[in-house]
């Protein structure tokens, strides 16, 4: 494996068809987008000289920087009115509210901040696991030996997305040695997942039970209150959540969740009523035997309290199998969780801009050294998934339109009338970062209106910038 292979974009769009597997059929799989090499060693690989023969690799190392730098202040410019945004709906939140928000302007900024999750997760190449595809995930997968039950419908808001699709080691009962040892098997896992979720209302919870159910408040209420019992005091449905978990086995998804119900499997039910059956079988039977040949008031008690102890220690072992859910279900929350709320946030952004700066840096190396036409994209991008794939060994989808577009919009590479792409060269590419630098500096404070204002007056929801 080369250290500083080279790469570069084929010259028109039939080079492309030629290229790859000639055994593939249709179009290629989809991949993963995110890149999962730091951008340190992106950055060496890219501004080694002999990946620029005119001499420039030292300025573009410089502009590759300034670019680096200028996205994470974008990033954290986005950050602030997202914190902002989630401040009203944020469980740690330790500041005074100094002023109290109409229902209105709630809902707006409610609305707003999902989008800004949904999008700031996007730009982090995380995939959204829709909610038809997680049903099907709950009823059929399960997780350590656990069956669990989500209750979706009790959310008002939900957002699931995840990132890295691989696999972890799992320690297993060895089924060949009749479960008396163990051994190392290789689940299927999220690298990274994240959950934003929002109870709904406990009066809208009971209106859509009693429809659902067809029954009176009442009783949609009691089955509600039974619902929200099994959840933590702290969880109300005035906060919105925000949980990023690493490393989450694909059947262990429902395991996320704060209202996941743990039942007991159809073996372990099959299971424990067979001991019971035949404990209970064996204790019956044997106090029957002495209640015929004894009269003794004393022998009677104690083959009695025999009969009730069996059925006590039955009993017991369905607490103990619980038990045993829970705490397997609290051990893989603790060894899986990453960040919450306002932290997730944070930690999402910073990935986030990283993402954009490697995919950046990628299709600027190729612009620069190249003349490519708009309709050439495509085989830019297949170029660049052959580097990744030479120089470090992975498989990605890169996403050439969302790099060119972030380009394009500072300034660094423009569209000609016929499609032709003109980028600016190193030398002239750092001077442009610091003019965006200026103008951000220079720029008057921002005096932005209001959330609930703006809806207020407009009729329409505010856009998100």
Request: hydrophobic fraction near 40%; glycine fraction near 6%; charged fraction near 25%.
């Amino acid at each position: 494996m080369a250290e500083s292979a080279t790469f570069s974009a084929p010259q028109s769009a039939a080079a492309e068809q030629t290229t790859g597997d000639p055994h593939q059929q249709g179009p290629r799989p989809k991949r993963e987008k995110v890149l999962p090499v730091t951008r340190s060693a992106l950055l060496d690989r890219l501004t080694a000289p002999e990946q620029w023969p005119s001499g420039e690799a030292a300025q573009a190392r410089r502009f590759l920087h300034c670019l680096g730098d200028w996205r994470r202040h974008c990033y954290a410019a986005k950050l602030f009115d997202m914190e902002q945004t989630y401040e009203p709906f944020n469980p740690d939140a330790d500041r005074l509210h100094s002023r109290e928000l109409a229902a209105g302007k709630r809902a707006a900024m409610q609305r707003r901040l999902v989008r800004q999750m949904a999008d700031l997760l996007q730009q982090g190449n995380f995939t959204r696991l829709e909610p038809a595809s997680l049903r099907l995930t709950l009823t059929r997968d399960r997780a350590h030996g656990l069956d669990c039950e989500v209750d979706l419908d009790a959310f008002e808001e939900i957002l699931i997305y995840w990132r890295g699709a691989t696999t972890i080691p799992e320690r297993h009962r060895d089924v060949t040695r009749a479960y008396m040892r163990w051994k190392e098997v290789q689940v299927a896992a999220f690298q990274r997942m994240c959950l934003l979720f929002k109870l709904k209302p406990f009066d809208i919870r009971i209106k859509e039970v009693m429809h659902e159910r067809k029954v009176g408040q009442r009783e949609a209420e009691r089955h509600v209150r039974r619902l929200r019992g099994r959840l933590p005091a702290t969880l109300t449905s005035d906060c919105i959540y925000i949980k990023l978990f690493k490393n989450v086995p694909r059947s262990g998804v429902e395991m996320i969740f704060p209202n996941t119900k743990v039942r007991s499997r159809l073996f372990d039910k099959v299971k424990l009523a067979a001991t019971a059956g035949a404990g209970l079988g064996i204790g019956v039977f044997g106090a029957a035997g002495k209640l015929g040949a004894m009269s003794n008031p004393y022998v009677l008690s104690v083959a009695i309290a025999g009969l009730g102890g069996i059925a006590l220690r039955q009993a017991a072992n369905f607490v103990n199998l619980r038990t045993r859910y829970m705490a397997a279900r609290v051990q893989n929350l603790y060894c899986h969780a990453m960040a919450d709320n306002r932290a997730a946030m944070t930690l999402l952004a910073d990935r986030a801009a990283e993402e954009d700066v490697k995919e950046e840096m990628l299709l600027y190396s190729v612009l620069a050294k190249e003349r490519v036409n708009v309709r050439e994209l495509p085989a830019v991008a297949e170029a660049i998934e052959q580097f990744l794939e030479h120089t470090f060994a992975v498989t990605v989808g890169f996403d050439v339109e969302g790099a060119l577009a972030r380009l394009r919009a500072e300034g660094v590479v423009a569209e000609r009338p016929d499609g032709t792409l003109e980028t600016l060269p190193p030398h002239a590419a750092a001077p442009r970062i610091d003019e965006l630098w200026d103008g951000r500096l220079n720029a008057p404070p921002a005096n932005p209106v209001e959330e609930g204002d703006e809806v207020a007056a407009t009729g329409e929801e505010p856009a998100v910038e």
